[in-house]
């Protein structure tokens, strides 16, 4: 626990004043989460109250998921509905495979990488197969067609899966990654029914008796580092790999609030605004007679 509060909390309030304070005056920045404070509700009466007719929704997960990217799109719409109705809403889709994104990623791994090291693995947040097949409109692609993550199709645009095999792949291209020394895994998941596969503590395990000796993770599922970084990889993570036999465990904090992706996120914001869609400068205030200087 940071001694400020929880990290996802200081990270969030980080994340917005370097932003706001990167876009200036003109172009008023709010974090707002699904569960807990600063809400959702909150952000958009503030927002209503201010007189903003025009809004950009950046959610903060890089990959489409009906658990996450899906559940916060629908809850702001919903908010937006009930308090702000006249309000305007644009949505930043999925970046999982932007330029500059990658560009944010490679920048926090780089230091890493320049250390001598066995393995990278890439761990995800798991979801149930069946989300996969649910999100696939086509029915017919997702887990069924043969390398379905690798084949091109529409579907992609909504799995999960495929978002986050080619986020690993254009990141390992980027820094340059020798492919027999990384690969991808899933935590976080719950039992009852299959989940992606393989499991991150199986890897963690696999990697440390198969010889792989010191060991990064990556969790780029997150953009902020929570429990599922600090306590389920930072800490549990590391205990399952070094009892297997590993002898040295890194992980890679998230981009949090990291430079390249306050800029990649001043990036998008901007590009939004050069579409005509952002609010306009605040109009001073109606001069009133007597007060002219």
Same mark, same amino acid.
């Given at each position: 626990?940071?001694?400020?509060?929880?990290?996802?909390?200081?990270?969030?309030?980080?994340?917005?004043?370097?932003?706001?304070?990167?876009?200036?005056?003109?172009?008023?920045?709010?974090?707002?989460?699904?569960?807990?404070?600063? *809400?959702? !509700?909150? &952000?958009?009466?503030?927002? /209503?109250?201010?007189?903003?007719?025009?809004? %950009? #929704?950046?959610?903060?997960?890089?990959?489409?998921?009906?658990?996450?990217?899906?559940?916060?799109?629908?809850?702001?719409?919903?908010?937006?509905?009930?308090?702000?109705?006249?309000?305007?809403?644009?949505?930043?889709?999925?970046?999982?495979?932007?330029?500059?994104?990658?560009?944010?990623?490679?920048?926090?791994?780089?230091?890493?990488?320049?250390?001598?090291?066995?393995?990278?693995?890439?761990?995800?947040?798991?979801?149930?197969?069946?989300?996969?097949?649910?999100?696939?409109?086509?029915?017919?692609?997702?887990?069924?067609?043969?390398?379905?993550?690798?084949?091109? *199709?529409? !579907?992609? &645009?909504?799995?999960?899966? /495929?978002?986050?095999?080619?986020?690993?792949? %254009? #990141?390992?291209?980027?820094?340059?990654?020798?492919?027999?020394?990384?690969?991808?895994?899933?935590?976080?998941?719950?039992?009852?029914?299959?989940?992606?596969?393989?499991?991150?503590?199986?890897?963690?395990?696999?990697?440390?008796?198969?010889?792989?000796?010191?060991?990064?993770?990556?969790?780029?599922?997150?953009?902020?580092?929570?429990?599922?970084?600090?306590?389920?990889?930072?800490?549990?993570?590391?205990?399952?790999?070094?009892?297997?036999?590993?002898?040295?465990?890194?992980?890679?904090?998230?981009?949090?609030?990291?430079?390249?992706?306050?800029?990649?996120?001043?990036?998008?914001?901007?590009?939004?605004?050069?579409?005509?869609?952002?609010?306009?400068?605040?109009?001073?205030?109606?001069?009133?007679?007597?007060?002219?200087?």
């Amino acid at each position: 626990m940071d001694a400020r509060g929880s990290p996802l909390i200081v990270t969030s309030r980080s994340v917005q004043e370097k932003l706001a304070a990167l876009l200036g005056p003109d172009v008023p920045v709010a974090a707002g989460m699904r569960y807990g404070r600063p *809400s959702i !509700a909150d &952000a958009i009466a503030q927002f /209503a109250s201010d007189g903003i007719d025009e809004l %950009l #929704l950046f959610p903060q997960y890089p990959h489409y998921a009906m658990s996450s990217w899906e559940t916060v799109v629908v809850r702001v719409r919903d908010e937006v509905a009930r308090l702000a109705p006249r309000l305007h809403l644009d949505t930043v889709q999925p970046f999982y495979a932007d330029d500059d994104y990658i560009e944010a990623l490679h920048a926090t791994i780089q230091p890493f990488l320049s250390r001598p090291y066995d393995h990278l693995l890439f761990s995800y947040h798991g979801i149930p197969v069946r989300h996969l097949r649910k999100a696939d409109s086509s029915r017919a692609h997702c887990t069924l067609a043969p390398d379905c993550c690798n084949a091109c *199709s529409p !579907a992609h &645009a909504t799995c999960y899966k /495929a978002q986050i095999t080619r986020t690993t792949q %254009l #990141l390992a291209r980027r820094a340059g990654l020798d492919p027999a020394r990384y690969s991808i895994s899933f935590q976080s998941r719950l039992a009852g029914e299959p989940w992606l596969e393989p499991f991150t503590d199986h890897e963690l395990k696999r990697l440390a008796a198969g010889g792989r000796k010191r060991l990064l993770v990556i969790t780029p599922a997150f953009t902020a580092d929570c429990l599922e970084t600090l306590e389920e990889m930072q800490i549990t993570g590391r205990a399952t790999f070094l009892q297997a036999g590993g002898e040295s465990f890194e992980h890679i904090p998230c981009l949090n609030d990291h430079p390249a992706y306050i800029n990649f996120l001043a990036g998008r914001v901007r590009r939004w605004c050069a579409s005509g869609l952002c609010p306009p400068p605040a109009a001073p205030p109606p001069e009133r007679p007597g007060e002219r200087a």
